[in-house]
């Protein structure tokens, strides 16, 4: 089965700090996202790959950047974490679009 | 916009019976759709990938896919308490795109 690891669970930080999320897959997947989850409005995209060194914007990128210097690991940073940062952020891949994605078990972030 | 369209419930249903997800969408263009099953505090899991008009079956799950119409449902037979969960629907365009549509899932309910 394809494993889709986020480094954490749960996470705690204050405004202003950099924070970074971790994410690996291990089944050579070319297609990487991020995602936030929201209660009320569902899953928002914030940033994907299709390949090692590009990145495309989803729908919210503001506040918010990756990095995939490996085909199997993705980041994301948020680069002075915000109240309104807090949220469950999901990681995905995917092989193709026609597959559907893998999800992480997410990563529960609160900026305090 | 594309738009993907479900009824947020919940809907309840007693155990053993057939639960009824249904989901509308925007896009003529679509040509993957895909159910994913949320437990609370969970990250989304798929469960079921239909690609062409008609019935796909895998267990007790039945995905029905009308282009015509623009709808695609999922049939969940003797439904059981471990069924409990938030069901999302998700719809990708052709022509390359990576990125599928969600919905904001249907909260389901199996009562004993």
């Known amino acids: 089965d394809v494993k889709v690891t986020q480094s954490s669970r749960y996470l705690v930080k204050r405004t202003g700090e950099k924070v970074f999320l971790e994410c690996v897959q291990d089944m050579d997947h070319e297609n990487m996202f991020w995602y936030r989850q929201d209660p009320g409005l569902g899953l928002r995209l914030i940033y994907f790959?299709?390949?090692?060194?590009?990145?495309e914007k989803g729908d919210i990128p503001e506040g918010y950047s990756v990095s995939r210097e490996k085909k199997e690991r993705f980041s994301l940073i948020l680069e002075s974490a915000s109240t309104n940062q807090t949220s469950m952020y999901l990681c995905?891949?995917?092989?193709?679009?026609?597959?559907?994605?893998?999800f992480g078990s997410g990563t529960r972030l609160t900026v305090v | 916009q594309k738009e993907v369209e479900q009824n947020s419930g919940p809907l309840s249903v007693p155990e053993g019976a057939i639960a009824s997800l249904n989901c509308t969408y925007s896009d003529r263009g679509s040509q993957s759709f895909f159910w994913y099953r949320q437990y609370s505090g969970k990250s989304p899991e798929l469960i079921m990938s239909?690609?062409?008009?008609g019935d796909k079956e895998d267990g007790r799950f039945t995905a029905q896919l009308n282009k015509a119409s623009q709808y695609v449902s999922l049939l969940i037979r003797d439904s059981q308490p471990s069924d409990s969960a938030t069901y999302l629907c998700?719809?990708?365009?052709?022509?390359?795109?990576?990125?599928?549509?969600f919905g904001r899932g249907t909260s389901l309910i199996v009562h004993p």
């Open positions: 239909i690609y062409s008009n």
């Open positions: 998700a719809v990708n365009e052709g022509g390359g795109s990576y990125i599928p549509t």
């Open positions: 790959s299709y390949d090692v060194k590009m990145k």
């Open positions: 995905a891949s995917s092989s193709d679009r026609a597959y559907g994605y893998t």
